[in-house]
């Protein structure tokens, strides 16, 4: 332990050799006392100073946060680190970082008050530069703030001021064991003074400083002085934090080294901001770096698109706003006849035809106006007077005069423009070639319809004299006339059925076929029809089966769609084999729609004639040999039917052989 005899002396030295400007105030601010350092860095003797007000010393927009920071002090007894700023002896300023705290222990009744201020301009501008102008951040933070180089113990009316002091104080013996430390030192370990008295100072220090450590011992050793060594310290919980470290020697009053006093400033929010200006360098070295390469990129590009201008097939010209051509194309100059430096400067009013320079003035005054001007047909005139048609678009550029200007593109369309005129030419030709064809379809569609019409007209009383005779109203039969009223009956009826689908394929096609809707269960009416088909299962020994799922109601035709469901049944009956012949019809729910299913057991389809059965007068089987004609019309009209129900209609397969299904979606209502 040191001595207590030599306290007064050891503190009086410290509080003039301090790094720091420090000086002493009474309670209204009046400076009692200043160190030499003080005195040194604001030019002042010492009897211009004491007996004035601290605040004189302070510029005018900081005294208000002077004010604060007293006021705390006071109320306090120890002040908050403020910074500040002054002016010396000669009118320069400087920014400090400033902390007070009054002198004694709370026995005493000194309303005396410990100042000390550090000079941190540097600092100041670097993160006045880090916050207002990154871009020119190009300084690294050169020096940290100078600590305490010694800590001498002084009059014991100095004690106070090793106590109070803002900085963290520690002293050691030449073994680099604690023997004594401040408040501040002990609380920002976050131990009692107690137990740091008699540790290792490597205890304190985070591991990453040990090497700066040692290397600090080594200088203090050889030379009695360490300053502004970065050393991390380590808190009692074990977290660590970034520190400015300095030291002097201490020596008893016969001149024998006996100690070392210790000075560490909490640097966290520098070492903060030093990496944040480290990363900001960073950042403007890679911007720079970026800038530098897109440079060189846009003088490529400049390069390349200078020549794609003067090598473009259109023809381009660049015009200020007084219409006259400040850059043109060698397409340009070239198409129009004039050399290029004759045609900069001359008005684009000289490159148009007569008969386009009122269209020209509306376009000129339109892009003036800002709008976009594409593809506006004008007439061109050349250095020899003739014209030609061309297309021009115009867009808006700023040269780097800042002046606006526009970069146009005209293209020759002399060749279109001839083209046109035959197309029109053409067009009229052909709209009259249209008329004589839609007069052709229309005696057709009525032909159609008319034949139709006479063809179904004499089957009715055929059918109907067919059926009368079939009863034996007109005598009894033979089994030879009645064989052969039944095929009169079958035949009439096949081309009943013809003439009935000539017709609904004939309103499909033109788009008349009418359908109403009504609501219906449509699991009753498939059973239904169902029943009605059982005769004609039973003739050809084919069964007939269903799986409908109940309540299943849709807005239909009712009668379109047994239509659609008795040709799809005599479809399959037609390719089912009529000794073991399976019909199948489904009936579910399949999201918003209602799903209908009829699968044979038949020859099946192949997979790429799939599509072709919609198609009209398309025929699967074209032998002589089937049992049941077929026109190619019944699968066409069932698509019309169900398109014409909002729905969708499409058949499936796996091929020769394998039966076939045909599937229908109808919308649920």
């Known amino acids: 332990m040191i001595p207590p005899h030599i306290l007064d002396q050891r503190y009086r030295t410290f509080y003039e050799i301090t790094p720091d400007l420090v000086c002493t105030l009474d309670e209204n601010g009046i400076i009692l006392d200043v160190n030499k350092r003080m005195l040194e860095h604001f030019g002042y003797l010492k009897n211009e100073v004491v007996g004035k007000s601290c605040f004189d010393f302070i510029t005018l927009e900081y005294k208000k946060i002077a004010l604060g920071g007293f006021k705390e002090m006071k109320d306090k007894g120890v002040g908050p680190l403020i910074e500040i700023q002054l002016f010396k002896k000669n009118h320069s300023t400087f920014f400090g970082l400033c902390r007070g705290a009054k002198i004694g222990d709370e026995t005493e009744t000194s309303n005396i008050y410990l100042i000390t201020i550090q000079d941190v301009s540097v600092m100041h501008e670097s993160l006045e530069r880090a916050k207002h102008a990154e871009a020119q951040i190009e300084k690294k933070y050169d020096e940290l703030k100078k600590m305490y180089d010694t800590l001498m113990m002084v009059e014991s009316k100095y004690q106070n001021l090793y106590e109070s002091s803002p900085d963290l104080l520690r002293t050691i013996d ?33 591991e990453r400083s040990y090497a700066d450590l040692e290397k600090g011992v080594d ?73 530098k390469k897109a440079n060189l990129l846009l003088i490529a590009a400049e390069k390349k698109f200078r020549s794609l201008y003067d090598t473009s097939p259109d023809l381009m010209r660049a015009i200020s706003p007084d219409g006259i051509i400040t850059d043109c194309n060698d397409a ?40 976009r001007i594409t593809n506006k047909e004008v007439w061109m005139k050349r250095k020899d007077g003739t014209i030609f048609p061309a297309l021009l678009s115009a867009t808006t550029f700023y040269d780097g005069d800042d002046e606006m200007r526009s970069n146009t593109i005209i293209k020759d369309i002399t060749e279109v423009y001839d083209a046109r005129k035959k197309i029109e030419e ?26 139709t019409h006479e063809l179904k007209t004499p089957l009715v009383p055929i059918q109907g004299y067919v059926d009368i005779l079939l009863t034996d109203a007109f005598g009894k039969l033979t089994d030879a006339q009645r064989q052969r009223l039944e095929i009169i009956k079958l035949n009439s009826k096949t081309l009943s059925k013809l003439m009935t689908d000539l017709l609904d394929v004939q309103k499909i096609e033109i788009g008349q076929l009418r359908v109403s809707k009504a609501r219906h269960n449509l699991a009753d009416l498939l059973q239904r029809l169902v029943e009605n ?5 039973e003739k050809y020994d084919i069964k007939i089966l269903t799986q409908l799922q109940p309540d299943l109601f849709c807005l239909c035709d009712s009668l379109r769609i047994e239509q659609v469901i008795n040709n799809l049944i005599s479809n399959a009956i037609d390719f ?9 019809i489904k009936l579910y729910a399949e999201n918003n729609n209602a799903k209908i299913v009829v699968k044979d057991n038949g020859i099946g389809i192949s997979k790429n004639k799939l599509e072709q059965i919609f198609v009209k007068f398309y025929q699967i089987d074209t032998s002589a040999t089937r049992e049941h004609g077929g026109s190619g019309l019944g699968l066409v009209v069932c698509k019309g039917i169900i398109e014409a129900h909002g729905g969708k209609i499409w058949a499936e397969s796996e091929g020769d052989g394998n039966g076939t299904e045909i599937h229908m979606l109808l919308p649920l209502d």
């Open 533 to 537: 088909m059982k005769p004609t299962m």
């Open 174 to 206: 030449m073994n680099g064991v604690i023997v004594n430390c401040n408040k501040s030192y002990a609380n920002n370990l976050g131990y009692e003074k107690n137990e740091i008295i008699g540790s290792s100072i490597f205890k304190h220090t985070d």
């Open 219 to 291: 200088e203090w050793k050889a030379s009695g002085v360490m300053s502004n060594i970065e050393i991390w310290l380590k808190r009692k919980d074990g977290s660590s934090f970034p520190t400015l470290f300095s030291g002097n020697n201490l020596y008893d009053e016969k001149g024998n080294l006996v100690g070392r006093t210790v000075s560490f400033r909490d640097i966290s929010d520098i070492y903060a901001a030093r990496s944040r200006i480290e990363q900001d360098q960073k950042k403007i070295n890679q911007q720079y770096d970026d800038l």
């Open 332 to 371: 340009y100059a070239i198409n129009l006849g004039y050399a290029k430096q004759e045609v900069i400067g001359m008005s684009i009013f000289d490159h148009t035809a007569e008969k386009s320079i009122d269209s020209m003035r509306q376009t000129f005054d339109s892009w003036k106006s800002g709008l």
């Open 426 to 451: 053409n067009e009229a030709h052909i709209r009259e070639q249209y008329e004589q064809l839609r007069k052709t379809d229309k005696s057709k569609e009525e032909f159609l319809t008319m034949i």
């Open 576 to 584: 089912c084999p009529k000794d073991n012949g399976k019909i199948l």
